[in-house]
């Protein structure tokens, strides 16, 4: 945290699991109160007990992102009653279309384009007025290294997270002098039960503490893009500079199964 203007209010989704719940732990310290959002009640419960045991005040909520009237209803009701100076978005679900078939099943796109960009979205907005009322505030947005490439195997995680980025950069520029910043982070191949379920080659792959770390300091420092881990950066701008036939080409050519979720 940084001395000039410590945080000591922070709501996190996606808190039971994965990157939202290394982040968690990470900021449960003495003297900040803690709000974690997960959908999964029994892993959000020990997450909150974790960060009890690290000295912080946590209270928590089970909801399910993909209803984005609810999620707005209790973010409202939660900051309403504790003020948030830092918000972390990290809730998120990667799904990829069923192996051998030709498109995703449409269910899922709507899902995933819900829970990965239209209920954070509206989150980071309602707060984002919220915090510029106050005159102060940070907001954390988690996409991911898929929104920079066009993936055959995932078009709605791809899309759903593409538009994520670049909303992120327009609420960036319209809250620029309010005191109010937003960090994008653009995670690739972390260790977390999302990554577990995937196989395929998996580059670079982070420990979860360690791109925690990694986030909290580059939120702490108001960085407006953190891609992590670092190759993937030098990733994406080779990808840009290739002819798009080439591209494609080798995108086609990466076979990716995954385990279905619980």
Known sequence: MDPRNPVRRILITGGSSGIGAALARLHATPGVELVLWGRDRDRLASVAADCRARGAVVRSRALDL?????????????????????VILAAGL??????????????????????????????????????????????????????????????????????????????????????????????????????????????FLMPVDVAAARIARAIAQRRTHLVLPRPFAALRAAYALLPRPLGHAILTRTRVTQTPRP
């Open 94 to 203: 990667g799904d990829i279309r069923a192996d051998g078939a030709a498109t995703e099943d449409p269910a899922l796109v709507r899902e995933l384009g819900e829970v990965n960009f239209t209920t954070p979205a509206t989150l980071a907005t309602a707060l984002a007025a919220a915090m510029h009322a106050r005159g102060a505030g940070r907001i954390a947005l988690i996409s991911s290294v898929a929104a920079f490439f066009d993936l055959p195997h995932s078009p709605a995680y791809a899309g759903s997270k593409a538009g994520l980025t670049r909303f992120a950069g327009a609420l960036r520029l319209g809250l620029r002098g309010s005191g109010v910043s937003v960090t994008l982070v653009s995670p690739g191949f972390i260790d977390t039960p999302m990554s577990r379920r995937l196989d395929c080659a998996k580059p």
């Open 66 to 86: 993909a209803d984005p009237v609810a999620a707005l209803a209790a973010v409202r009701e939660d900051d309403a009653t504790t003020h948030f100076d830092l």
